[in-house]
């Protein structure tokens, strides 16, 4: 069955470094989103991408984050100068369809700033 | 603003039935996800309602009245699996997921 992918499962981090996320999603699938979820909270939007540029944003998603689909199979996520409130799971999700609620979530990566 | 409300945690016993409620004030409505999550993974679609009435998918129904801004999850003939959280999210008028969340499924022997 395909499935979203992402690496790395956990990373550990200093403050003030940059970090990035890989997703490789679902090949047939041309709607990417980034959510995380910070220990015990809700699930909170972060950015959705089409055809190779941000389709929506959330207040979360400041300058400090980026996102990218350098090649056709990876999307990534970026964090230029981490943060200690950044220390959360980070889950990429695609869907085949546009507007939906129907997502595939990768297993997520967990990032903790020291 | 936006908002869903579920409870916190629940407790049910193997082999028993479970109803989870979900209520939902939201710009817009495209439609309302329930999505399973154990603990450290991802969440998993579990189900999908756009229309009132009752959606059944084996062991797991869901239900929705939008005139009441209201939702359930029955999950029946309960299993240790199931054991876990339980997320309802609802599709607003930008087509934006709003997240509950979560109501944490405790099951006993």
Same mark, same amino acid.
């Given at each position: ?114 | ?45 579990? /189900? $999908?309602?756009? %229309?009132?009435? =009752?959606?059944? *998918?084996?062991?797991? &129904? ?8 209201? /939702? $359930?999850?029955? %999950?029946?003939? =309960?299993?240790? *699996?199931?054991?876990? &959280? ?24």
């Amino acid at each position: 069955e395909p499935e979203v992918t992402q690496t790395p499962s956990h990373q550990v981090t200093q403050m003030g470094q940059e970090v990035i996320l890989r997703c490789v999603p679902i090949s047939n699938h041309l709607y990417f989103y980034w959510y995380r979820q910070i220990l015990g909270q809700k699930v909170e939007f972060l950015v959705s991408f089409y055809n190779n540029e941000i389709s929506e944003k959330s207040e979360i998603f400041d300058d400090q984050f980026s996102v990218e689909r350098p090649d056709g199979s990876n999307f990534t996520l970026k964090i230029r100068s981490t943060k200690l409130e950044d220390s959360a799971m980070y889950f990429c999700a695609s869907s085949s369809r546009e507007n939906t609620g129907e997502l595939f979530f990768g297993e997520g990566s967990r990032l903790t700033v020291l | 603003g936006q908002n869903i409300d579920q409870p916190t945690e629940m407790t049910a016993t193997e082999g028993a039935i479970v109803q989870i409620n979900c209520t939902y004030q939201t710009s817009g409505f495209n439609g309302l996800f329930w999505y399973q999550q154990h603990a450290g993974e991802a969440p998993t679609f579990l /189900s $999908y309602n756009v %229309l009132d009435g =009752l959606e059944e *998918k084996g062991r797991f &129904s869901s239900f929705l009245s939008r005139s009441k801004g209201y /939702s $359930y999850l029955l %999950l029946k003939e =309960l299993q240790m *699996k199931d054991s876990a &959280s339980y997320l309802c999210a609802v599709l607003d008028s930008n087509y934006q997921l709003i997240w509950g969340a979560g109501t944490k499924l405790i099951i006993k022997p």
